[in-house]
């Protein structure tokens, strides 16, 4: 529409919110459809964290927050950062925001002018290239393979870097791959990004928790980087808080005080009662946490078994979050009852019409090979989605 804006008419909606709300829909109608395509664990947010928010309910937190959070949320994100990731930071390095979308929006707000190049290995969230594109950045997408686990190598990171290279966008571990960098391929990164100083890193780390092969790498704890590195984090994955919207960012004073003065003008703070709650949720018992990682690693090890006897997927295993990213372009070009199959978008389609499971293509990740598959759900629903999935692919000829 002529009316809107140009920022507005270049910004695609969301795949993953827009797939969420036609499963929601179809469930409306009394359609049994098995929602693989939300990004979200399906635990129940921990009761300590809940008794938190009750009692600052009761204690009447119920009004304006400082927009940089609570000083005490704040502090106990330092505290988790030098415990968990031996990161030091002060409390006013802190921002906290609406979710870790909200502190990410910032950072490339807050960085990013007109023309600056990001870089960005593909397969890639869905929000960050139009991001880039809202602050009217260029994204330099770096494609990777399924055979090198969707991983960009140092080699891959300095042929893309050029003058205008403003930031790296790396999430690890990753949404949509499952991908997880280990110490020595974050090392390698670190030494090309050491020989460019104008390239900042915004470390995406909300799926750290979500990890099945040892301890989480954070980008910041490498030599000669902290003071480019926004790491961004928040308690949606890990702690089964994705409504209370709660996200943080930790980085330099004059970065983080760029994006308090933004975020003074978009939202202000945070909710009150959510944060209260997120001082629980990280200060709390971590074995909590470790539950419901154990329940992934165990959900991974189901649904990678079910879909690799599927013939003609293509499958990298993940090393963390909890999805799956199978390429399913051994399927393009069959059809079924006249619909052809040509690309990752009619294949989510189809698997919703015809499994009657919910998927979000590739497409939306900068691979239209694959699909993404979520496996925060139950076991039983894991197994019947499987076998729906199975059986609507041996209708393709």
Not at 308 to 330: M, N, Q
């Amino acid at each position: 529409m002529e009316l809107l804006s140009e920022r507005l008419r270049r910004l695609k909606p969301s795949a993953t919110v827009a797939m969420n709300q036609k499963t929601k829909d179809l469930q409306a109608q009394g359609i049994d459809i098995i929602n693989l395509s939300v990004g979200e664990p399906d635990f129940n947010t921990p009761d300590h964290v809940k008794e938190a928010a009750k009692k600052a309910i009761d204690e009447n937190y119920s009004f304006y927050t400082p927009v940089a959070g609570y000083p005490e949320l704040r502090q106990a994100i330092v505290r988790k950062l030098k415990r968990e990731n031996n990161l030091e930071y002060k409390p006013d390095e802190i921002v906290v925001s609406n979710g870790a979308k909200h502190a990410i929006a910032n950072t490339i707000m807050s960085l990013v002018d007109k023309g600056d190049e990001v870089v960005i290995p593909s397969p890639y969230w869905v929000s960050y290239a139009d991001l880039v594109t809202l602050a009217e950045g260029t994204n330099v997408i770096v494609k990777t393979r399924l055979e090198d686990n969707f991983k960009m190598s140092a080699g891959m990171l300095e042929e893309a870097i050029t003058p205008r290279t403003k930031a790296l966008i790396l999430c690890s571990p990753s949404n949509p791959t499952g991908s997880v960098y280990s110490y020595e391929e974050m090392s390698a990164l670190a030494d090309v990004l050491r020989r460019h100083p104008q390239v900042f890193v915004i470390a995406d780390e909300i799926y750290e928790h979500i990890n099945f092969v040892g301890r989480h790498v954070s980008m910041a704890q490498f030599e000669g980087l902290r003071e480019r590195v926004i790491t961004v984090n928040g308690v949606s994955k890990a702690y089964a808080m994705t409504g209370w919207r709660i996200g943080y960012m930790a980085a330099a004073p004059w970065i983080v005080k760029a994006c308090i003065n933004l975020q003074g003008q978009f939202t202000t703070g945070a909710s009150s009662i959510a944060q209260r709650a997120s001082i629980a949720a990280l200060d709390g018992d971590p074995q909590v946490v470790e539950n419901m990682r154990q329940a992934f690693e165990r959900r991974k090890k189901l649904i990678v078994g079910l879909v690799s006897e599927i013939s003609g997927i293509r499958l990298a295993i993940p090393d963390g979050a909890f999805y799956i990213f199978p390429d399913v372009s051994a399927f393009y070009g069959k059809q079924y009852n006249g619909f052809v199959i040509k690309n990752s978008d009619d294949m989510s389609l189809f698997l919703l019409d015809q499994g009657h499971i919910a998927t979000v293509p590739g497409s939306a990740f900068g691979e239209d090979t694959c699909i993404r598959i979520s496996y925060a759900t139950s076991d039983e629903k894991i197994s019947e989605a499987i076998r729906r999935m199975k059986d609507a692919l041996a209708l393709l000829k």
